[in-house]
C-alpha cells in the first residue's frame, strides 16, 4: 500500500515493501491447498480454475476486497501458479498515465495474470484505458489531437485481470462490472491464525508450542500478515530471553514489551480509542476530525487501523461519526464519564482544549 504517512504506522500494520520483506516472501503460500482459511472463496476458486484450465481457456478477471494482510496478493500469486501462468504485477498509484498501462497489457501472453494491487487508486483516465482491455481484450490508442485524431485499435491477448481493494465502495460501478469472480476476505479466525503461525514456525524453524502459538494467534488483529510479524518478534525474544524456545509466557513476555495488549491492540488502536473517548467524550467523532487529533492520514485510519476496531467492536460507526464502545471504555480502564483509572496508558493523548 502506498500511504504518505506510513512512516507512523506502528511496523506491525506496515504493508510488506516498506519493512523489511525477507523472510516473508518464503511463509507464503505458494498453492491453494497450502492456503489458510476463506475456505468459500478457496473453493469458488478451485472450481474456476479446474474449468478454465479444462476448457484451456484463461480465467474470468477476479476482484478481491478486504483489509491490508489478509492474503489478496498471495492468492494473486496461487491463482497464475495454478494456471501454470506468469503474473504481472502493479499497483493503481503506479499506474499515472494510459501509456503506462498500454505497455504493459500489449505485453501480456495468453492467459497471463495481470495483478492490480490497490485499483480503486487507479487514475479515472487509466482506468478508463482499462474497460476495453477488460471486456474485448482490445485498447484504442488515440494519436494526435483534436480534428485530426485517430484512434488505432490494439488486440491484446486474452488475459486474466487480478485487482484488490481495502476500499471496494470507491470503485467505479464500470470497472466492478467488468469482474467475474469479487469476492471479500475477512479477518481469521483465532484457530485458523494458529494453523499459519505454527506453518510460518516450521518454515523459519522456531520451536514453539501450542499455547505459544495460540497467544500470537489471538493477538493478531485477525490477520495472516501480522501473525507472522508477531512472531518474528517473538522469536528474537525467545532466542535472547528464554533459550530459543516460544511458550505462552515468552509470547506473552515478547508481546507486552512490543506495546501489544490481550486484545492484540496496539499502541495506536490505544491511542485512538483514547482520543475519541477522551478528546471527544466518546463520540460521535467524523473521521477527519479523528485524523487531524492523532495526525494520520484518515485514509490510513479508514484502511488500516480501523476494520480491525469495528469488526471487534471497540468502535461503532454512525451516520455522525464514530463512537467509542463501552467495550473500549472498560478495556481502557475509562469510567463512563471519560475519566481513567489507567492514565499512564495514556501518556502522549492530547487533550482538547475547551474554545
Ligand atoms: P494483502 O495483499 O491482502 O495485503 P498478502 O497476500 O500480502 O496480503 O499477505 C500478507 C502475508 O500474510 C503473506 O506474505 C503471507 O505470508 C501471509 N498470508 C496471507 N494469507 C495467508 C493464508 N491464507 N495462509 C497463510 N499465510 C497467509
Known amino acids: 500500500m502506498i500511504y504518505e504517512e506510513t512512516d507512523k504506522l506502528p511496523d506491525l500494520l506496515k504493508p510488506d515493501n516498506s519493512a523489511d520483506e525477507e523472510p516473508y516472501s518464503t511463509l507464503r503460500p505458494a498453492i491453494l491447498s497450502e492456503y489458510v482459511g476463506q475456505e468459500k472463496v478457496v473453493e469458488t476458486l478451485q472450481i474456476a480454475i479446474e474449468a478454465a484450465l479444462q476448457r484451456d481457456e484463461p480465467l474470468e478477471h477476479i476482484l478481491f476486497n478486504g483489509p491490508p494482510g489478509l492474503g489478496k496478493t498471495t492468492l494473486a500469486h496461487i491463482i497464475a501458479k495454478e494456471m501454470h501462468t506468469r503474473i504481472v504485477t502493479s499497483s493503481g498509484p503506479a499506474l499515472e498515465k494510459g501509456g503506462d498501462l498500454m505497455g504493459v497489457l500489449t505485453n501480456l501472453e495468453k492467459g497471463d495474470v495481470f495483478f492490480i494491487d490497490e485499483i480503486h487508486r487507479l487514475p479515472k483516465v487509466v482506468e478508463e484505458f482499462l474497460y476495453p482491455a477488460m471486456e474485448d481484450f482490445a485498447v484504442d490508442f488515440i494519436f494526435d489531437k483534436g480534428v485530426h485524431a485517430r484512434t488505432h485499435r490494439f488486440r491484446l491477448e486474452r488475459f486474466t485481470l487480478i485487482g484488490a481493494t481495502t476500499r471496494s465502495g470507491l470503485l467505479s460501478s464500470p470497472l466492478r462490472e467488468r469482474f467475474g469472480i469479487v469476492r471479500d476476505l475477512d479477518f481469521y479466525e483465532e484457530k485458523e491464525l494458529v494453523r499459519i503461525i505454527k ?6 524453524q522456531i520451536s514453539i508450542d501450542e499455547e505459544g502459538a495460540f497467544e500470537i494467534g489471538r493477538r493478531a488483529r485477525g490477520t495472516p500478515r501480522v501473525a507472522n510479524r508477531l512472531l518474528k518478534r517473538v522469536r528474537d525474544y525467545a532466542q535472547v530471553r528464554a533459550q530459543g524456545s516460544v511458550t505462552r509466557s515468552v509470547a506473552m513476555e515478547a508481546l ?24 471527544y467524550k466518546g463520540g460521535p467523532v467524523g473521521i477527519e476530525a479523528l485524523a487531524a487529533t492523532l495526525q494520520l492520514e484518515s485514509d490510513v485510519l479508514i484502511e488500516v487501523v480501523e476494520p480491525y476496531l469495528l469488526k471487534t467492536g471497540f468502535v461503532t460507526r454512525t451516520s455522525q461519526g464514530r463512537k467509542a464502545s463501552e467495550m473500549a471504555y472498560h478495556h481502557l480502564g475509562f469510567t463512563a464519564g471519560g475519566k481513567s483509572r489507567n492514565m499512564e496508558l495514556f501518556a502522549g493523548v492530547k487533550k482538547k482544549t475547551d474554545g
Open 199 to 204: 506453518r510460518s514456525a516450521s518454515i523459519l
Open 256 to 279: 507486552a514489551l512490543e506495546g501489544i495488549d490481550g486484545h492484540g491492540l496496539g499502541e495506536v488502536d490505544r491511542k485512538l480509542l483514547s482520543t475519541i473517548i477522551v478528546n
